[in-house]
């Protein structure tokens, strides 16, 4: 494959420095996979990375973002794993293939991050790093797996998933807490979303929530959860909030109940009291997206499932900044970047 | 079985309102054993409930604490799991006989608090709160299962027990770190032991810690802890200080780690930083003692390993307020009463 | 309550020798309720009881069945657990409330067996025995539940339940087989069902299975669940049948799944080849029905999921002899008596 | 690295082909690591591999055993995992790295089998096959961790640990029930041992069984179990002999306990009543050796808990048949070739 591409840059700290470049279209080395990029999907830690001030370790540019899906289009010497024409997703954390997490100096690396991104017309990456992509979604819809998708398969599936009867407490309406709100109804869960915004909470009711709590007029909204269950508590709480809110989501827990703790929106310095985690045994667990088999199953269940991935809007590649402004705003799902023809 | 016994009451709340008193030893109803006490062991958390100044709710007294060993000297009708002449522990939960907690009001109910406590002559108490004593231990020593001896067993073994070669970190050298000290290097983990006082580390160390951390020298511990481990950090962790030092904790923990919260010694409010919880996919969990089937095991477990509980010292009946002096010390082990010739 | 009840008693080994007596209905002892029996719900292991030629250990009638929902119409002293005028449940070994299966002499007592049974006007019965009925089915459907329910939850649910997009294979088309279709297809999960009859392939697809085979057309019947999985296998497999079918079954393992061994209608022996069980580091486990925390679980995910029991037909109390021919014929669902107006 | 080196090949069915031959020293490829073989230890599976009279597929030689300790001497571009002058093992299965088997046509593959053998004086490897090697042990013990150690360590903890206070069965004296005598007697466990032999017997008990039943004198051993747990049985059984043995091991287990299947001496065809395995809800798990993070996991343990596998003797690389001969007759652990000066 020759010829040039585009792809996004930075070279300076701070989102002011990007630049849309063109440069070589790379060659598959062996065990690699050239892989035609179709659709990139935004997430909050993409903003995260690219406000960042701190200097930058590398002398490379730092290509951003992390979630793509596309085509492979060539294959380097070696290559088992995947096949030219087929559609495929690039894994979030792709060195972590299951288990507890695969970490480099204490971080789990991952693509746009410690990893090369893929905000690009074309990659090169390790065929083991891909993974197939699911037949029953587009392009733009199928972006959306691996970072956002993976969270809220992780925080719900691998440490005990919901039982058909419990509850699940979402919060907000970011892509993992819809994803969340998708997923654990499916299951028979019965899902409780908080959100600061009446609209916002009937649209997820409309994919599946069963109540909506209205986080500014219930503030101590672990009332709300204790009264729609009886008394009994959430059994399955994504906390994306962080700071004080994480004493809200333990005091709304259910016996033996557990906090997926994914997000810090308001604090990376998280408190709660002890007591209510003593009378429950409940768990708190730390959750950064997933492993590559984590992905391989959720594509499967989106397939089986016929889960749509809530997308708020689409850009071209030239039109990233606009898409960032779009995620300072805070969408309803998510916002993806359409790459290519 | 006729005759009067004494035991200790309290009838308004405060410490200094503890009278020995004699009433009549009780008859056993339908499905209840009497039992004669031999020992029963103490706890912080006795110290917590004597010391509160809350208004009692209940007009009848307070039998205080919850962990003893005795016989079983007589069985109501109908009785099938205890006989005449067994030696007995009696559940701290006795109504949470196994999976996740079972709750009245919010709360587990345990003896000596919403249930009835033990530090009398004689109990008659339902047969299901029974458990057979171990048989390589005495009283005084069987005594201290019930509550420290299965706080460290539900945090050790009831959520993933550690493996060989993985690393678990006790801290201080109350009665609960200190089983586990016993337990988890039984298991054949590797054990790092926390404390301020450079005398009980070795004495820690003679009970089969593998390291010693000074918290005073050493207050940023878990640096230590990852020297310890080569980077790796700490499989498992009974956090028992709680309020800042929850944050030490975590960023000791190891990838895939878990955290036992079982004491908040310097606060009820406890505090974490969110980023090497992602880091680790690591968990935290609440820990209240413990159900009967854990006991149960318990006792198995310390007959085959022929663990030996530390006592720090017994008193006699009528010395409960000394005994109740020396917990406000700071044990080195468990303190025990006496109870009978 | 004073008066006469009817119930069905059987006093020589044979169901010749049953027998519709009338007795004295019970006044509940402290701890006990008395229950109005609705609906009894009869199971295949009802047949074997009543068929057994073996003499009777016991002097006292045998009183059949085991799955009764019905009203507390009384209470003994001191009972908590259920009022007057609540609608309950029976659990079917109702001393395991929990954790591992608590058994006497080797085996899990039950109603019906080595503990009374149910067919009968009116029950006393201990509290801890009795479980709210669910809101959303009538006392037929709900009478369901403590066998056939519990049985497809424990053997779905209690061991790792399959995730949206796994496969789940059942056999047959009786009362487990039919809740297992209908409670995995609400969990996501792909079901393949086996028969020998194609009519009642197609019932249990319209209840939620995605494919059916034909065990006599197909009776090398792992081959096609392999083609239907592109060669991965089923993750869950519901074994009923026993005897050299669950050699087909381990050979229809994917990696890492699970057979739930919970019948063996041609054969208590069983046999398989070992190796496709290395080659898959599969399970194969034992399913006896289940504790009471998995029928208070059932309950629950019935009501959320709104799932309807399958039942073939009702008879009148007088009518039990037809209803064990019902059940001679091999229903599709469950045969349920009816007890009192 | 120039040279020639010596190393064993099989061109034709038979053990009767075996030839040692001389080769060029491999160089390794990027990505591969050129390791210096000091160590091969031999299993029951290679004499199956040896024996069988099927026309082999490949025209390829079969270079055959999978388990060898060695140095690392040279390394391709691009080698991080692996350094030179370290000292590791081969993984048995190296493309399994954690969770569910990876298999590849439905079966796991492995060294010595589908993929290439290690009877040589170097190998050149994918780095990612590699595992550091234990501290504490010479290369000829530490070259019996990847297959007969890791089937124990496999068994024992990847499916739910024996605890303290459990007991553990395990069948005959050869490597793999050997390292599951040291591994569960280290983690507080009751061992039992079965065998024929009533030294043998004499000698498990040496390494930490707690007690021994002659298999012949004892043809139903599970009654011994029984009787040696106070009817309770055994929690963990460590299945060797396959065939209508399995059928004594279902009637031994406890109460929610485990049968590992790991062999199959006398019959792959195994059997069993299901009657016992339904009142335990016994588990059966097919064991076929285990992924790369049990290997380093075992290491761990290995040098924490100073165990010291059994080696029954050593040869000569040039005495590769006597070895095998040696594996005929049943030896006491293992025996292993030394490579190499």
């Known amino acids: 494959m020759e010829g040039v591409m585009k792809r996004w840059e930075l070279r300076e700290p701070g989102r002011a420095n990007l630049k849309l470049t063109s440069v070589a279209i790379p060659t598959p080395k062996p065990g690699e996979a050239l892989v ?3 659709a ?14 701190a200097p930058r370790a ?5 290509v951003p973002t992390s979630d793509m899906a596309g085509e492979v289009v060539a294959t380097g010497e070696g290559v088992t794993r995947v096949r030219k024409g087929e559609r495929v997703l690039a894994a979030f954390s792709p ?3 299951d288990g507890p997490p695969v970490r480099v100096d204490g971080v789990i690396p991952s693509l746009g991050g410690a990893l090369p991104g893929v905000l ?12 197939a992509a699911p037949r029953t979604l587009d392009d733009v819809k199928a972006s959306t ?3 956002a998708g993976l969270t809220a398969w992780t925080a719900l599936m691998e440490h005990g998933a919901p039982r058909p009867g419990q509850t699940v407490v979402t919060q907000g309406t970011g892509g993992v807490s819809l994803f969340a709100v998708q997923l654990a109804s499916a299951l028979g869960a019965r899902v409780i979303v908080t959100s600061g915004d009446e609209e916002k909470l009937a649209r997820a009711k409309a994919l599946g929530a069963a ?3 209205h986080r500014r007029q219930t503030p101590d909204w672990e009332q709300a959860v204790l009264e729609l269950t009886g008394g009994r508590g959430a059994d399955v709480i994504l906390e994306v909030v962080g700071g004080d809110n994480l004493g809200h989501s333990v005091r709304a827990l259910a016996s033996g109940g557990r906090i997926a703790l994914i997000g810090v929106l308001e604090g990376f310095e998280v408190r709660f009291p002890a007591v209510p985690l003593f009378q429950t045994h409940g768990i708190i667990q730390g959750v950064m997206v997933g492993h590559r088999r984590g992905l391989e199953e959720l594509v499967r269940a989106v397939d089986t499932l016929r889960l749509e991935p809530v ?5 071209a590649l030239d039109a990233f900044p606009q898409a960032l402004e779009h995620l300072d705003r805070g969408p309803f799902g998510k916002v993806v970047v359409r790459v290519g023809a």
Chains 1, 2, 3, 4 share one sequence.
Do not use: F
């Open 95 to 97: 060195l972590w293939v």
């Open 40 to 53: 990139v999907s935004l997430n909050y830690r993409d903003k995260l990375i690219l406000d960042s001030t």
């Open 145 to 147: 797996l691996p970072c």
């Open 120 to 131: 690009s017309e074309y990659v090169a990456v390790p065929e083991s790093w891909l993974v």
């Open 58 to 62: 590398s002398r490379e540019p730092l």
């Open 211 to 213: 109540h909506g709590i």
């Open 311 to 315: 997308v708020d809007a689409t850009y």
């Open 36 to 38: 035609r990029v179709r």
